[in-house]
């Protein structure tokens, strides 16, 4: 086996253990974008080998030409998920019959619990239903979550896995269109 591997051979990788249920989807698809997103700043031939190359140089770099599309946690974030992508894959190229991901389980009370902890033991959260929460994404896309506020969960589905910088500026423009200006509700 070869110690050298390419960032296609990462997202395959990652791919490749969402479709087989070695990992969770949702964790997969963070680790892929995170890793295609930072190690995309990376030049064809360091692509190529990413075994060879310092992640945390690259993570820099990232950092340095995304910041204005990224806020600080998010970078941190970003950064965090390419080193776990890298880790597993190796471990997975180690010892690929002995591979599993160890996982949080977060269960619906631990979850609402979590949610009153950011928002305050009084308010309820508007959790999306369960048909929701566990439908499939069709292929080549995934759903997320986000608390906006006391009681209040909006989730996104049918998020494409390779959304750009410029089409989550257009979504972010459509939200902000849709938001009613609380001082006209006076």
Not at 97 to 107: D, G, H, I, L, Y
Not at 150 to 162: A, S
Request: positive net charge.
């Amino acid at each position: 086996m070869t110690n050298q591997y390419s960032l296609d051979d990462l997202v395959y990788f990652l791919d490749h253990t969402r479709k087989k249920g070695l990992m969770p989807a949702a964790t997969a698809q963070a680790l892929a974008v995170a890793s295609r997103n930072v190690l995309g700043v990376l030049d064809n031939e360091e692509q190529d080998n990413i075994a060879g190359i310092d992640i945390d140089a690259a993570i820099k770099r990232f950092t340095n030409k995304r910041a204005k599309d990224f806020n600080p946690a998010s970078l941190r974030v970003y950064g965090s998920r390419v080193r776990r992508a890298i880790e597993l894959f190796e471990q997975w190229k180690g010892n690929p019959a002995e591979f599993s991901v160890k996982t949080r389980n977060s269960s619906p009370r631990r979850t609402l619990t979590k949610l009153r902890q950011n928002f305050g033991e009084n308010d309820e959260p508007n959790v999306p239903p369960t048909d929701l929460q566990n439908s499939a994404s069709p292929p080549g896309t995934f759903q997320s979550s986000c608390p906006v506020g006391p009681g209040r969960v909006i989730t996104l589905t049918h998020i494409p896995e390779d959304l750009t910088s410029n089409e989550a500026a257009k979504l972010a423009n459509f939200v902000k269109m849709l938001a009613v200006d609380s001082k006209h509700n006076d």
